[in-house]
């Protein structure tokens, strides 16, 4: 079992920074990729960001490119993303997850096994 909390959220003007953090408890060996993902009101949940345990390798989602930034604290199993000049559209609530079994679909929610409650994310124009 793993366990996410994440924290970080809140409403910020465009063109401002947020950080998110993601902490992970319970069997944090046994997790091969944490990613970032959001749902906006209406829409269906889209992968934003993910990184291979160890911080190898990462993948972004052209829509937070350049702007977005997954990074990771092995030592304290916490997971952070750096949002830079956020936009109206960034709107959404953000969910940390976790996924045991390299999924195929690094964007694909199905591909994780364990989520987080979510952190409001709100940007105003």
């Known amino acids: 079992q793993v366990q996410l909390v994440e924290s970080g959220g809140g409403s910020v003007q465009a063109g401002g920074s947020l950080r998110l953090s993601c902490a992970a408890s319970?069997?944090?060996?046994?997790?091969?990729?944490m990613g970032w993902f959001r749902q906006a009101p209406g829409k269906e949940r889209e992968g934003v960001t993910t990184?291979?345990?160890?911080?190898?390798?990462?993948y972004v989602a052209d829509s937070v490119k350049g702007r977005f930034t997954i990074s990771q604290d092995s030592a304290k199993n916490t997971l952070y993303l750096e949002m830079k000049n956020l936009r109206p559209e960034d709107t959404a609530m953000y969910y940390c997850?976790?996924?045991?079994?390299?999924?195929?679909?690094?964007?694909?929610?199905?591909?994780?096994?364990?989520w987080g409650q979510g952190t409001q994310v709100t940007v105003s124009s």
């Open positions: 990184c291979y345990n160890g911080g190898d390798s990462t």
């Open positions: 319970g069997d944090t060996s046994s997790i091969r990729r």
């Open positions: 997850a976790a996924d045991l079994n390299f999924g195929a679909l690094w964007f694909n929610p199905s591909d994780y096994n364990y």
